[in-house]
């Protein structure tokens, strides 16, 4: 088991992609923490761990704000004493051309995205060993659409904020990004585009399941000599739907 003892941070656990790792990480005996800021989804997911013989403790966090992220990182601390993993999964989107979006709406998705990101890294480095940092970028990235330039910016930031910290802390932690395409989970269905069906492609949707096993590779030791790169993990098929 590649996880036995190792202690895993998941942000946005409490659906899609972060229940689904959550869920991958205990299977392979990690101790994880599931970090959502609804109480109903983060408790199902430690639930559904914890009936499977898995370790799992729910911590309610909004990650736009810094005091419940470091809350989170000390109850990691508290409970386990340690922190091996951290997933940085939790993010948002809108869908308004920007001359239609509010100041306040990009400084939201930038603090959830990306700002979150930078702080979960404040604090959990410190504790981390040979750690692993894995944050969920988006082929947003690479190649977008119109009217989520918030969300493709704040992604591409995010893999140019690894590159950097990778040199930052080259003996302690590997930190690296995965993109995916588009995911069977909520966010995908809440964009107006694939609502429309405009955009859908036969087989271009893949499941929370198959992100999860790409997230647990480069989280594991499988992954030692891979740092600052992003994965994609899109099906073959570099386009946004």
Not at 42 to 71: H, L, M, P, R, W
Not at 103 to 123: G, H, I, P, Q
Request: glycine content about 8%; hydrophobic content about 45%.
């Amino acid at each position: 088991m590649r996880f036995t003892s190792k202690v895993c941070l998941v942000t946005g656990a409490g659906s899609g992609i972060g229940r689904a790792t959550a869920i991958r990480f205990a299977a392979e005996e990690g101790m994880v923490v599931v970090i959502d800021r609804d109480d109903v989804g983060g408790q199902e997911t430690v639930d559904i761990i914890t009936k499977a013989n898995g370790k799992a403790i729910f911590s309610k966090c909004d990650v736009g704000n810094e005091n419940e992220i470091k809350a989170s990182v000390d109850l990691a601390i508290s409970t386990w004493q340690r922190i091996d993993v951290m997933v940085n999964n939790a993010a948002m989107m809108t869908f308004k051309k920007i001359t239609d979006l509010s100041t306040e709406e990009w400084d939201m998705v930038m603090r959830v995205n990306l700002r979150s990101v930078f702080l979960f890294c404040k604090y959990c480095i410190p504790y981390m060993n040979n750690g692993a940092i894995v944050n969920i970028s988006s082929v947003h990235a690479h190649e977008t659409t119109a009217n989520v330039v918030p969300y493709a910016s704040s992604k591409g930031a995010m893999e140019a904020f690894i590159r950097g910290v990778s040199l930052e802390f080259p003996n302690k932690i590997r930190i690296n990004c995965i993109a995916p395409g588009a995911v069977d989970t909520p966010m995908l269905w809440n964009n107006p585009n694939v609502k429309s069906g405009t955009e859908v492609v036969s087989g271009a949707i893949g499941q929370p399941e198959q992100l999860a096993a790409a997230i647990c590779f480069m989280a594991s030791d499988d992954a030692s000599f891979i740092n600052g790169t992003t994965l994609i993990v899109d099906g073959g098929r570099l386009d946004i739907l």
